[in-house]
């Protein structure tokens, strides 16, 4: 049994609460290092070095979520790998993801209520609600198509980086693989759904501390980003990852 079907094992043996609590703990830690990327970038920097620095710093919520042992809807892509031997696993593999999508989505949001409630939206004269608006605003206005383009090669990088600490030996291998793939799709703008659910709820709550004449970010809005990219991240991980993976250990 290859190490990566031994991993898919692992999470099929889990129960329903363990799942769902661990779900949403790594939705507060991706909610997290939103936070940290949503800081980062209010920098008055050129475009690629902003983006390069918020990537850097996104890769904490992966860490955080790999060595915390959370359940990341995302990664789960993966449990796809052992569906293509044992079908008897599609059915398992699709309840699991829809207890974690759930639970990430409790996660972020929760995230996102607590950092409104500190006030700290209003930090250096706003920058942050505005910034963070910013963020959620355009992320509504990606067309389609692109959005879920963008869900595929962010997940297929996830995946990769999940990949790459499954096959590691330690903690501190995995420390060092991570931040490569997930700075990559960051810089670059691929679009995480997890990544999101805190993105757009935080940039909802953030329209309190704006001009009213704002255009607002609705539940409309947010449906029209995470649809498209969390179809773009299940290809990703399942086609671009899982699949190919399996074929290449079968080649």
Not at 31 to 48: E, K, P
């Amino acid at each position: 049994m290859d190490v990566l079907h031994s991993w898919c094992e692992n999470k099929f043996q889990k129960n329903y609460l363990s799942l769902l609590v661990g779900a949403i703990l790594a939705g507060a830690y991706i909610g997290f290092a939103s936070q940290l990327f949503t800081l980062v970038t209010t920098a008055d920097l050129a475009t690629g070095i902003k983006q390069l620095l918020g990537g850097i710093v996104f890769s904490v919520g992966l860490i955080l979520v790999v060595l915390g042992r959370a359940e990341l809807f995302t990664g789960h892509s993966l449990l796809s790998y052992s569906c293509f031997t044992f079908k008897n696993y599609v059915i398992q593999t699709l309840k699991i993801w829809g207890l974690v999508y759930l639970g990430n989505f409790a996660g972020s949001v929760f995230l996102a209520i607590l950092y409104a409630s500190t006030g700290l939206f209003n930090t250096g004269g706003g920058v942050i609600a505005q910034r963070a608006y910013q963020i959620a605003l355009t992320k509504t206005q990606i067309p389609f198509t692109q959005a879920f383009a963008r869900g595929i090669l962010c997940n297929w990088l996830v995946c990769l980086a999940v990949l790459l600490c499954i096959y590691a030996e330690n903690n501190l291998t995995r420390l060092l693989v991570i931040p490569g793939p997930i700075a990559t799709f960051v810089a670059l703008g691929y679009e995480h759904s997890v990544a999101n659910m805190y993105f757009l709820s935080a940039g909802a709550f953030a329209q309190n501390y704006l001009h009213k004449s704002s255009t607002p970010v609705t539940l409309s809005g947010i449906a029209h980003n995470l649809v498209p990219v969390t179809l773009g991240n299940i290809v990703g991980g399942v086609v671009m990852v899982s699949l190919l993976y399996w074929l290449k250990e079968r080649g």
